[in-house]
């Protein structure tokens, strides 16, 4: 523990074990390490992922062997296909019964090996720091991403001698100064270019230098799948978002553009459209990659250009640079931005129970810019994903992994982290009752996040498919609810039953006056899986 708290940590998420029992005592000598318990290993790891991510420091939890482990395989996921940095700390068997099957006992490398960067079993007592150290490491070199460390529990047992060891500090990927003249004047030279940001590495460092680079060049700029909070929506240079039913002007602007500069971001499949909207391994447009991970470059596209380093010494450095007189793209990047703003405003449904377009847009005239929105996945997401406007970095926690039961378990973490802060998570019924027993870790910890049921009754993204593929047919798919707002109460916070509209607002300031975590649920039309089209939608 002394270890960690050198490396930074103020904050662990944990599960109790057996295995891992000296570890609790440390930490009953550390109070400067804040600890937060929770009902289930998943949502424990998507809480330290949720840290990792607003903190860009590994989030780090502690959970036991077996089935421990097998319930934290979740959050590891999330962590690895968000780009997350995160240790996952691993409770074990004694080495002398290993290899007998021995109660809980996993074969660790099988297991968990795919899921993380690294995966390693301190064999040794004294190399608990050497294994630490190296974890945080790798947890944030490149790539982000989440890093095992096993320890069975004779070692953690075993008296050691020796100090331990400071943190290094970070290594800067910074572009040569030629290769960003390089990529200006490409730039220079196109004539429908477009620039795509996103990654888990982002905060308001790189929001800013983004912005700058985007008024010097009159840039169009979109964000990767689940990264919108990586600009601020209301600059006349932000177009939208790419991944799931992403704005149909900026769709065509990706089908007609000759050079997509990304930057920060591997090209995932939501945010690729399938690889069909950028075409793999060879886009229709000449690529250009910026990634601080050389692994990433060329893995799955095959760039025209390609760059190792982290997004902000690329975009300051690229802002620096001299951007043609009149751009020839300015005057689109204005219309792309008008047809952003028409396309994600609001406008009222005609359907059954509470209209989340309507609920959307209060509270975006609620919230204020450094409030937190988590999300999980379902339909219901597209309402967020879409009528959300994000003004300031790190405001949007949501899986790129498509992880359902995520929203809760990231609002925790939020308000653990930001206790000043406003965080709402916006979930669906089927999405909220995978993690749902974290609501009463927030009564615990005694921090207020405000937690949307959006309940159609079923599992909507599945209902949907259904429709689409087997008409008439669908099956497996619904769910008969509890009463959200009663189990909230139960637990020991605010709850309340929205059945129309009018009456979201009044609830909503009565959940964040009560001070403490609350659950507003919300009824909507099952027959409402997608937003109601509007005009943006037709004229695209």
Known sequence: MEQLARLGVDCVFQVPGESFLPVLDGLVDRPDIRVVTGRQEGGVAMMAEAWGKLA??????????????ANACAGLHVARQDDTPLVLFVGDVPRAVRDREAFQEVDWRRSLAGLAKALFVVDHPERLPEFALRAFHLATAGRPGPVVVVLPEDVLHARVTGEPVDSPPRPVAAPPAEAVRAVAEELARARRPLLLVGGGDWGEAERTALERLADRWKLPVATAFRCQDHMDNLHPGYAGFLGIAPPPHLVARVEETDLLLVVGTRIDEKTAGDYALIRAPVPRARLIHVHPDPA???RVFRPARALVARPL??????????????????????????????????????????????????????????????????NFTLWVHRFARHRRAQ????????????????????????????????????????????????VQEEVAPVVLVADNGGYGTIRMHQRRAFPGRARGSRLVNPDFAALARAMGGFGARVSRTDEFADAFAEARRSGRPALLHLLLDPERLVPAPVRADRDH
Do not use: I, K, N
């Open 56 to 69: 860009r420091a590994p989030g780090v939890a502690f959970v036991t062997r077996g089935p421990g482990a």
């Open 296 to 298: 990433e470059l060329g």
């Open 313 to 378: 010494p690329f975009l300051e450095r690229l802002a620096a640079c001299p951007p043609p007189a009149d751009p020839p793209w300015a005057e689109e990047t204005r219309r792309l931005h008008e047809a952003f703003l028409a396309w994600s405003t609001p406008v009222p449904e005609t359907a059954r129970g509470v209209d989340l377009a309507r609920v959307m847009g209060e509270l975006g005239r609620r919230l204020p810019e450094d409030a937190v929105l988590a999300s999980g996945a379902g």
């Open 395 to 442: 405001t949007q926690l949501a899986p790129r992994s498509g992880s359902m039961g995520y929203a809760l378990p990231a609002a925790v973490a939020a308000a653990v982290r930001h206790p000043g802060r406003t965080v709402v998570a916006v979930a669906g019924d089927g999405d909220l009752q995978m993690t749902l027993q974290e609501f009463a870790t927030a």
